[in-house]
């Protein structure tokens, strides 16, 4: 009877741990995340703008039109640089249509992160038409699955937020440097001009068209109790006759506008009497306009500068594909190879953190169940992972925020820093560090800067941004050509009077694929039974990886220069080695964290990793 009672100490412990439980299921049921579209945007870009200086670290999510256009099996024996090549020719052309940005910022006082997630509506209208009409694909399982999980299309559309990329806002800005030259030349006429006797050639086919115009216009001009005339609608060439006949006959008194119909795409121009000083005064109304259909077709592209600018910490979970789209949409498309492609990711944020690479390994792995982004909030919740302590702060209008679910953007990116914060924690208190407020350059937290999870290749687990990325082993890999049919037992047939293979297969395609041999020391006979021993009348051939990967390699010349990322508002930063990491690394004995050089699977008694591919062994004090 008397075992059945608990001591006093762990009855206390576990109502703590069901009060903290509870308290924070009520804070993660009642988180609200700022709805931005282009109605309020303002307002939260000064907010941002103001708040982002005193962040800790950013968390970011994307959501897009599509993931790949490249159909195939999704395990593979790539390289960085074919991968790279994957996502540049089947995902770049796709539209990031939310973003999510959270900053988390400490609070000194009450000891808690304050969080303050923005959900962003992204899309890119055109400026006068032509100067950015962007063409995107959509991939409808995309489409399918954000509609299914309460995506608003018609907000989207409506009121999505414009942005420029930095190529198309060169040729907005030159576009608008023409039309704020014609205001400024136009308001410095002078009332005392005569009309100049300079020929203007009409067409023969638009004469009697520009002679109605004029004729119009005399009697407008005549008529003291009419100030504007909306002339007939026109075509482009028609209105830059009319502009270019109406100036030169009156040089004075007469200011002219193109407009549109109103609810259609018809322009005409109109007509407006003024004096010198009037005319002045709609030329500055007019530059005025200008420039606010300018900032507001730059938009978002604003806050992607701030966010370069800053050079905080960015926080994303299984964020390759959002970190390529970032920077293909908002800062450079034109890189061609992967060399380039990190340099240009570390110029712009200096310092990644991916949770799905923190949370895929040991000696966090055991604690969760699972590394999709709601099972590891699930592990919060459940008290799996330690409470990460974050409050939200409410500084917009109680109408802009909307209630927080997943694959909405900013909640995504608020669960994202919540849970950074959570395996942070794990990770100091493990080492008896201080954990409250998260020290980003420990050496514990500095081992997974940097390194983002690379999905689909079957031993390359993440790529380093910051660090040159390790080689894989392969010898054990063999490259088959088969006739069409074959399946896996008749590799395992093919190569059982030398050794046994190991899981899985590496389709290619219906005739060709990558098997990996379970034993390397029977590289040698594999390689003289099937490779130099190969018969002419055998309908199979067999090559070691080593052979079939430089004949497949992209080309990987580096075209970075300076100016291709301080345009954008970056600052170079190459790829190098980091002392202080690499340092971290290689010292690190028992009793701390170690890093894996292949990649391969780590035994460490009970602290297995539960994923096939590892980065770090646990530490003793675990």
Not at 60 to 81: A, N, Q
Not at 367 to 393: A, E, R
Request: aromatic share 12%; hydrophobic share 35%.
């Amino acid at each position: 009877m008397l075992s059945r009672i608990k001591p006093c100490w762990q009855i206390h412990t576990r109502k703590l741990y069901l009060l903290n439980k509870f308290s924070y299921n009520q804070r993660a049921k009642s988180l609200t995340t700022m709805e931005v579209t282009k109605d309020n945007f303002v307002k939260a870009f000064a907010l941002l703008q103001s708040s982002i200086k005193d962040a800790d670290f950013i968390a970011i999510d994307g959501e897009f039109t599509g993931l790949s256009t490249l159909k195939g099996w999704r395990s593979s024996y790539d390289t960085l640089e074919e991968k790279f090549e994957k996502l540049r020719r089947g995902t770049s052309q796709f539209m990031l249509v939310q973003y999510g940005i959270c900053l988390f910022t400490w609070n000194k006082e009450k000891e808690v992160y304050e969080a303050l997630p923005f959900t962003f509506y992204l899309f890119p209208r055109p400026y006068k038409r032509f100067y950015n009409d962007v063409m995107f694909m959509c991939q409808s399982s995309s489409l399918d699955f954000l509609a299914n999980n309460g995506f608003d299309f018609n907000k989207l559309f409506h009121k999505g937020i414009s942005y420029l990329s930095p190529w198309q806002d060169a040729k907005v800005k030159e576009r608008l440097e023409k039309d704020l030259s014609f205001c400024a030349a136009s308001a410095s006429a002078n009332p005392e001009v005569e009309a100049s006797t300079k020929k203007i050639f009409i067409p023969q086919n638009q004469r009697v068209f520009i002679d109605d115009i004029l004729k119009k216009v005399n009697d407008f001009l005549a008529d003291k109790n009419i100030k504007t005339l909306d002339l007939p609608t026109c075509n482009a060439f028609q209105r830059k006759l009319i502009y270019e006949k109406l100036e030169d006959k009156y040089p004075i008194g007469l200011y002219l506008e193109s407009a549109a119909v109103e609810g259609t795409n018809d322009k005409f121009v109109r007509a407006i009497k003024v004096t010198a000083s009037g005319l002045n005064d709609l030329k500055s109304e007019s530059r005025r306009k200008e420039i606010e259909l300018y900032e507001e077709i730059l938009g978002f592209s604003k806050v992607m500068k701030l966010l370069a600018e800053v050079k905080k910490p960015i926080i994303g979970h299984n964020m390759l594909l959002d970190i390529f789209l970032t920077v293909f949409n908002f800062y450079d498309n034109s890189v061609s190879n992967y060399k380039d492609f990190k340099m240009l990711v570390h110029s712009i944020f200096p310092t990644l953190f991916d949770t799905k690479v923190m949370l895929s390994n040991e000696p966090l792995a055991s604690k969760v169940d699972g590394t999709s982004l709601s099972k590891l909030y699930g592990s919060i919740t459940s008290g799996d992972l330690p409470d990460p302590l974050v409050t939200q702060v409410h500084k917009l209008d109680e109408d802009c925020r909307t209630e927080g679910q997943f694959h909405q953007a900013g909640y995504d990116a608020f669960c994202t820093g919540s849970v950074f914060i959570s395996a942070a924690k794990c990770l100091l208190e493990g080492l008896n560090l201080p954990s409250k407020r998260i020290d980003m350059d420990s050496d514990i937290i500095s081992l997974y800067a940097n390194r983002v999870h690379i999905l689909g290749i079957r031993d390359i687990f993440y790529t380093d941004f910051s660090l040159d990325d390790k080689i894989p082993n392969r010898k054990c890999v063999f490259y088959v050509n088969f006739p069409k049919g074959w399946g896996e037992n008749d590799f395992n047939d093919l190569f059982s009077s030398v050794c046994s293979l190991s899981k899985p297969t590496i389709w290619l395609n219906d005739t060709s694929v990558y098997v990996t041999i379970s034993n390397e020391q029977k590289y040698q006979e594999v390689y003289e039974t099937f490779v130099l021993d190969k018969k002419p009348t055998d309908s199979y051939y067999v090559l070691p990886y080593a052979e079939t990967v430089h004949s497949r390699q992209p080309e990987n010349k580096s075209n970075f220069k300076s100016a291709d990322v301080t345009k954008n508002g970056g600052e170079v930063s190459p790829v190098k080695k980091d002392s202080k990491r690499k340092k971290v690394e290689s010292d690190i004995e028992e009793g701390e964290l170690e890093s894996d050089d292949e990649n391969t699977s780590l035994n460490n008694g009970s602290k297995k990793m539960k994923t096939e591919s590892g980065l770090f062994e646990a530490p003793n004090e675990w």
